[in-house]
């Protein structure tokens, strides 16, 4: 949404993007954030990476990004 481009968009089908992500591949960093390419927008693109973490006990909690998103957003 932030750069109008779905995750994946280098992907030609659903089913690779169905095997890429069953392999452990996160989508790829999108390049420049348009609005969000200040210094939040690397933050946020980090904080998107930590939160498909494929170990779970390694993710930020619900309350953990809520409370980057109003401290970062601002």
Known sequence: LWTLKQPFYEVPNN????????????????GLFG?????????????LTTMWN?????????SNVKRWSY???M
């Open 15 to 30: 089913r690779l993007v169905v095997k890429d992500v069953i392999l452990g591949k996160r989508p790829s960093h999108p």
């Open 35 to 47: 609005e969000l390419d200040r210094p939040n927008g690397e933050a946020l693109w980090n904080l």
């Open 54 to 62: 494929h170990d779970r006990s390694l993710r930020p909690s619900a």
């Open 71 to 73: 401290t970062s957003m």
